[in-house]
Structures are given as structure tokens and as C-alpha cells.
Nanobody, 124 residues
């Protein structure tokens, strides 16, 4: 059974650079595809970034491309989302999710496991 736990969220100022973490147990990250998603108040959940270490594939949504970076530490079964130049519109609950296939796809419906999320609030 795979469990995911996000951390690193909180209240930050615009322009800040927090790093989110997603720690997994019950599986090996290099055998999974990992996605970061977010949901802002009044909006649907949207994909942010994903990674498949086995395939060497990463992908970023247009809204975060050039500002966010996804990375993995397979020895620690942890995936990170480094967020730079944060904007108020980045305010959302951020979720990590896993699928037991080494793919990188930002479609929420295909993911098997989800964390509870970590809230990021960006003040202007």
C-alpha cells in the first residue's frame, strides 16, 4: 500500500521560493510516475508537473514552466517541487499523486494514490 505525504506549504510572500516535498512509502519511486497537482478556491484541480525517473521524462504546465522544477531523490523515495518567483495566483492546495507505471501525464483521473495536500498561500 502506497502512502504519500506532502510537506513544505505555508504562507509565503510573492516572489518567494518554497520547496514542497512528497515522501512515499510502500513503493519505489523510480517504478512510479509522480505528479503534482493543485486546486485553487473556486477552480478545478489542475496539473502542475510530473516526473518519471525510469523514462527520464518531466513535464510542466504552461502556468509554471520556467518557474517550478520537479526533482527526485530515489534513495529517499521523495519528490520535490521547487517553486520560484511565486505569484498570488499560485495560491492553492498542492497534492502529489502516484501511478504504478513509469509515466508522466497530468491527468488526475489516472492516478492511483494521493496525498492529503499541503496548502500554499501567497500574499501580495
Amino acid at each position: 500500500e502506497v502512502q504519500l505525504v506532502e510537506s513544505g506549504g505555508g504562507l509565503v510572500q510573492a516572489g518567494g521560493s518554497p520547496r514542497l516535498s512528497c515522501a512515499a512509502s510502500g513503493g519505489t519511486f523510480d517504478d512510479y510516475g509522480i505528479g503534482w497537482f493543485r486546486q485553487a478556491p473556486g477552480k478545478e484541480r489542475e496539473g502542475v508537473s510530473c516526473v518519471s525517473s525510469t523514462e527520464g521524462t518531466t513535464y510542466y504546465a504552461d502556468s509554471v514552466k520556467g518557474r517550478f522544477t520537479i526533482s527526485t531523490d530515489n534513495a529517499k523515495n521523495t519528490v520535490y517541487l521547487q517553486m520560484n518567483s511565486l505569484k498570488p495566483e499560485d495560491t492553492a492546495v498542492y497534492y502529489c499523486a502516484a501511478i504504478d507505471r513509469p509515466i508522466c501525464v497530468l491527468r488526475p483521473m489516472i492516478y492511483d494514490y494521493w496525498g492529503r495536500g499541503t496548502e500554499v498561500t501567497v500574499s501580495p
